[in-house]
């Protein structure tokens, strides 16, 4: 059985960090791609940062780019998203998603797996 258990969001002035962590299980994690996305109220879900199966290979949205950082410990089947200069914008439920191959790709239809979703909430 497949799982990813995300952790580490909460309540965050505007300016703060917050690091997320993505905790994999069932599947070959140091084989794929993995990427993290948002969803907020009454918007779609949408891309955020990606990493490939090693951590060689990295990619951000525009809205991020500089401000986030994507990276995984195969070791303990892990990824995580550091998030810096958070803006009342980021507030979102966060979700990590495990890729269907190797790559580090943007797509949501790439994604198989998907985890139960972390929400952040940034105050202005």
């Known amino acids: 059985q497949v799982q990813l258990v995300e952790s580490g969001g909460g309540l965050v002035q505007g300016g703060g960090s917050l690091r997320l962590s993505c905790a994999a299980s069932?599947?070959?994690?140091?084989?794929?791609?993995m990427g993290w996305f948002r969803q907020a109220p009454g918007k779609e879900r949408e891309y955020v940062a990606s990493i490939s199966w090693t951590g060689g290979s990295t990619d951000y949205a525009d809205s991020v780019k500089g401000r986030f950082t994507i990276s995984r410990d195969n070791a303990k089947n892990t990824v995580y998203l550091q998030m810096n200069s958070l803006k009342p914008e980021d507030t979102a439920v966060y979700y990590c998603a495990a890729g269907s191959g190797t790559g580090s790709y943007r797509g949501l239809s790439w994604y198989g797996y998907w985890g139960q979703g972390t929400q952040v909430t940034v105050s202005s």
């Open positions: 069932g599947l070959s994690f140091s084989s794929r791609g």
